[in-house]
């Protein structure tokens, strides 16, 4: 037969006329789709019983209640508490990721010990039998002061433990990361004469003045902040921002006020002054219930004057006296301080400014005011007996001079260990644990707190996850996370009402971990005589049952305990200071320093800008490592792969050559890093920005390398009043790369 | 037979409350089992169901104002149930739910030609380009309910529509006709720490999202509300997101071609 091209073309064009009426295409195209999804390691989540057990969170002080949702003994996802009182059913970012931190490849799996700087697995006996025979040792050595412990928070049983148990040691050398609330709690002392919390009634306040608070930003409570902020919205409350960058709660708020960083305390009492001038001010509260309002009123009548505040923060006089006016004239105005998530405890003489100012309104104990929130008292344990060693060792100053005479009100000055430390040729610290805290991550200075855990001899972290201060331990003790144990989380981050919160274990143990309070306990035992005396309990889950007596029923069962007596509505504030009223002012108080603007570290000549560090809901910066989603939800004008985006001003980039995206080098006293420039029209011309929860070193692949760790860059200023840590920039240089 | 009256779920989101926080986006993830990868910056290809974006009026310091947009896929209507995306799939492997209103997407049809995501004015699908892997152990916390999607095929938001189906199932189980509106609620609803979410059915005079976005359904569902908007009016997409903002210039970006249009 002969194929000529007649016939060949006839067959090629029917046959594809065939081919295209039959099914055959339409088969085969169905089929590729169906075999290029059969990949055997594309995983099939598997079927289950559903449960939805109740909880709480713990990854930040916030306090949400959360509801875990399970399919058979997998966590699968976690929600936010309906009816919790705190965050009703919301639940913030990193919550809501909890499930990666669970499951993911920062955990620690079993004890660790660092031999030559690698981590290798160890028995628990073998770990709790080094730890012990170091801690006989020094108490032996009459030397138990030199052992110390670094918590997340000093409320709830774990913390109180590990305080009992130095304290039997004979070590006075607790600390507790430091926060706005330690300022706060200050104040409260000078002012009111009582030991508690400060409390923010924002659900009901109509007018709120925000020293540069990071509200919407993840200070305090921030779910709860979030629904009293949508509730303004409703309702028409007012938010005024003071800060010199538009943060998101700066972009939220009805009017924002940039101001010349570290100057907020002029502005509040440069306010006062006005509400004292045109008698604006509660004069029922001021005559009645205040003291020292003469002496007070004068200092600042004669040195805040609107021109002069002017000056010195930058904003205008009219503003400033349009600010008091509204303020006054609302009828449940509060001002809040603390910047950003209110991580750094700041200037005390700014934060008691801020709290004249609501004096001056009558918002202390009022409605929609600040409260003050008595600290709980349910940990109700014997007082534990002392022997000689452990009386001496107590009789030892702290290392941070917290409660000597330079610092005689400040507790725990966590900010001066490095340096106390570091100085000296032989550690005065010789053992610490570390419970629940980053620092040589998460704190100002975290080199030099690197630099401090590197020389003292013995590191012993308690975390569940590889942070940067784990890795620098020479034993890790990795606890349970907070969703495979009981524990007892009683909330302070400025929530207005006494509460109580209790994690449960939702899922098993998945790993060879240990409650911290389980080790604290056999720690005691073994070193014997009255350490162990003091620990009467089996185990942490009998201590923590035992405890909470009756409220454990309730906790077990809501997730949660409030106290019913402090309800919404406002009480009248109590005052235990010596005139038994709110003191603006007193002896104690003026001897100290007074307000001057907390300077940023540098030289203006080589670093012409200020860099300042900023908070966001997408990145959290403490204990807790951002999970991947939490990553992943960071816009790429803050990380493009692994450069951190540093935020300018366009008409600081303009003067600096600077272009948006271009690659440049940033150098403060403390060191230089790799930036990428981000035009950012909210930032003050001649500032610079970076955000915090970056640049980590550790945890996993999915967040270290990323970016730029902020408090590398940034050295401690301590405020002159307190020793507490004060310090919200440097000065800084940008060049291009 | 009864003819049940046919759902057209929607979404109102206020701009006033939303602060950007980006729980939304969280909550959306851990639901509907979405991948992640090591670098997640490149945001044409970083899987996304739900994004929040920033808005700003572009005014020099400081009289700079911005907004946060929370963006889902807009389940457009279109004319009858002709939306962009569903009239071009070859595939059927997305079609419109008269009875739902939602787009499905239906992940084993997809061959990943990716022209729906051209027909989609509002970027809200995306394409698998990478094996999704999760590492050894967190597997463990994928849900069940919504399958794992591969390499080669687009996904998008659904709604959380497998919440209504158990709801539904159960509904039907039990033989009651009405659904309450608490029962079925996205993720993203649900975890809103600013309760800036809220969601419904738009049929529904009884539902808050009907009463908020006051839909005219006689024309194309468009807003009654004073000062809520829907994105890309002017395009007839008729979505069923909703959005609030009591600032003008927010309400102009989010319809680029009307200016000065919103003021007569």
């Known amino acids: 037969m002969k194929v000529d091209r007649r016939s060949f073309l006839s067959f090629l064009i029917g046959g594809a006329a065939g081919t295209a009426l039959s099914p055959l295409p339409w ?78 490849p920062q955990r620690v799996k079993a004890p660790m010990k660092n031999v030559d700087g690698r981590l290798v697995e160890i028995s628990w006996e073998g770990a709790l039998g080094e730890i012990a025979a170091r801690l006989k040792e020094l108490r032996e050595s009459g030397q138990p002061h030199r052992v110390a412990c670094i918590a997340g928070t000093d409320r709830g049983t774990v913390p109180e433990l590990l305080n009992r148990f130095l304290t039997v040691y004979g070590s006075p050398q607790f600390f507790r990361v430091p926060s706005i609330q330690d300022t706060y709690e200050l104040t409260l002392y000078l002012m009111q004469g009582v030991r508690a919390s400060a409390g923010f009634d924002f659900e009901n306040a109509d007018y709120v003045l925000s020293f540069g608070s990071g509200l919407l930003d993840g200070w305090g409570a921030p779910v709860n902040i979030f629904q009293a902020h949508s509730r303004w919205c409703e309702r028409g409350g007012k938010l005024v921002q003071i800060e010199p960058r538009q943060s998101r709660t700066a972009a939220k708020s009805d009017s924002w006020i940039p101001i010349n960083p570290g100057t907020e305390g002029a502005l509040a009492l440069s306010m006062a002054g006005v509400i004292i001038k045109e008698s604006l001010y509660n004069a029922d509260f001021v005559n009645t219930q205040s003291s020292g309002f003469d002496s007070w009123q004068r200092l600042v009548l004669e040195n805040y004057d609107t021109e002069s505040a002017a000056k010195m923060t930058g904003v205008d006089p009219s503003t400033i006296a349009k600010l008091a006016r509204d303020f006054a004239g609302a009828r449940k105005p509060l001002a809040v301080c603390g910047r950003g998530k209110g991580q750094t405890p700041g200037s005390l003489k700014e934060v ?39 009386a001496a060792g107590m009789q030892q100053g702290r290392v941070d001079q917290a409660g000597g005479s330079q610092y005689p009100h400040a507790r725990y000055l966590l900010n001066r260990l490095p340096e106390a430390v570091n100085s000296s040729a032989d550690s005065p610290i010789q053992v610490l644990f570390v419970s629940d805290a980053n620092p040589s991550y998460s704190l100002p200075n975290s080199k030099a707190f690197a630099d401090a855990f590197k020389k003292i001899p013995m590191v012993v972290s308690f975390s569940s996850y590889l942070g940067e201060t784990a ?149 959290w910066n403490g204990y807790i490592g951002n999970p991947p989603f939490v990553i992943k939800i960071v816009p790429d004008t803050v990380l493009k792969n692994n450069d951190g985006l540093i935020e300018v001003n366009p008409a600081t980039a303009s003067q600096l050559g600077l272009q948006d995206g271009q690659a440049a080098k940033l150098t403060t006293p403390h060191g230089t890093a790799r930036v990428r420039v981000h035009l950012f029209e909210g930032i003050m011309p001649g500032l610079v920005s970076l955000p915090t929860g970056l640049g980590h070193t550790a945890h996993s692949k999915f967040l270290a390398g990323k970016g730029v760790n902020v408090n590398a860059l940034i050295g401690s200023v301590e405020d002159a009043a307190t020793g507490y840590e004060a310090v919200w920039g440097i000065r800084a240089k940008l060049d291009k790369a | 037979m009864k003819v049940e009256k046919a759902h057209k779920f929607g979404m109102f989101i206020d701009l006033d409350k939303c602060t950007g926080c980006g729980s939304c986006m969280v909550a959306c993830m851990a639901e509907n089992n979405v991948p992640f990868r090591e670098d997640e910056t490149d945001k044409l290809i970083s899987v996304a169901w739900m994004r929040v974006y920033k808005l700003s009026n572009n005014k020099p310091f400081p009289d700079t104002e911005t907004s946060f947009l929370p963006r889902p896929c807009q389940h457009c209507e279109g004319q009858h149930g002709h939306s962009p995306c569903v009239s071009v799939c070859p595939a059927t492997a997305t079609d419109y739910d008269a009875n739902t209103g939602i787009v499905s997407q239906i992940y084993t049809r997809c061959f990943g030609c990716r022209y729906c995501m051209a027909a989609c004015p509002y970027h809200v699908r995306l394409f698998n380009w990478y094996d999704p892997v999760w590492p050894d152990g967190m597997e463990k916390s994928l849900n069940p309910n919504v399958s794992v999607r591969m390499r080669g095929v687009v996904e998008k938001c659904s709604f959380c529509f497998h919440r209504y189906q158990l709801v539904k199932e159960r509904a039907d189980y039990e033989g009651e006709e009405y659904m309450a509106e608490d029962a079925y609620q996205t993720a993203c609803t649900q975890a809103c720490p600013a309760k800036a979410i809220v969601f419904g059915d738009l049929n529904n005079s009884d539902h808050k999202v009907h009463q908020l976005a006051q839909p005219d359904n006689h024309n194309g569902g468009k807003p009654r509300a004073k000062n809520v908007f829907r994105l890309l009016e002017h395009l007839g997409t008729n979505p069923k997101v909703y959005y609030h903002s009591s600032k003008e210039w927010a309400r102009r970006l989010g319809d680029n071609d009307v200016t000065g249009r919103d003021k007569a």
């Open chain 1, 27 to 104: 088969k085969l195209t169905d089929d590729i789709s169906i075999w290029t999804q059969m990949w055997p390691w594309v995983p099939v989540p598997e079927r289950g019983e559903v449960t939805h057990v109740t909880s709480a969170c713990t990854l930040c002080p916030g306090g949400c209640g959360i509801s875990v949702r399970k399919v058979d003994d997998r966590v699968v996802k976690i929600e936010g508490l309906e009816g919790h009182p705190v965050n009703d059913g919301g639940l913030c970012t990193l919550g809501l990721a909890g499930a990666q931190l669970l499951y993911g």
């Open chain 1, 352 to 390: 008691m400014a801020v709290h004249a100012l609501n004096a001056l309104v009558g918002g202390i104990g009022r409605q929609g005011g600040v409260r003050a929130v008595p600290e709980p008292d349910y940990i109700d344990w014997p007082e534990p007996e002392m022997d000689a060693v452990a």
């Open chain 1, 471 to 619: 890795e620098l331990a020479d034993l890790i003790l990795p606890s349970p996370s907070y969703l495979e144990q009981y524990e007892d989380r009683p909330i302070a981050a400025g929530y207005p009402r006494p509460i109580v919160n209790l994690t449960r274990p939702v899922v098993e143990p998945l790993f060879n971990t240990r409650s911290v309070g389980d080790v604290v306990i056999e720690l005691a035992r073994s070193l014997g005589g009255t350490v162990a005396a003091a620990f009467p309990w089996d185990d942490y889950r009998s201590c923590l049952k035992e405890t909470l007596g009756d409220k454990w029923a309730v906790l077990n069962d809501k997730g949660y305990w409030a106290d019913e007596k402090s309800g919404s509505g406002g009480q009248p504030a109590t005052f235990e200071t010596k005139s038994s009223r709110f003191e603006f002012t007193n002896a104690e108080i003026e001897a100290m320093t007074r307000f001057a603007p907390v300077e940023p570290e540098g030289d203006i000549a080589a670093f012409p800008l200020v860099l300042v560090p900023y908070d966001t809901m997408r990145l």
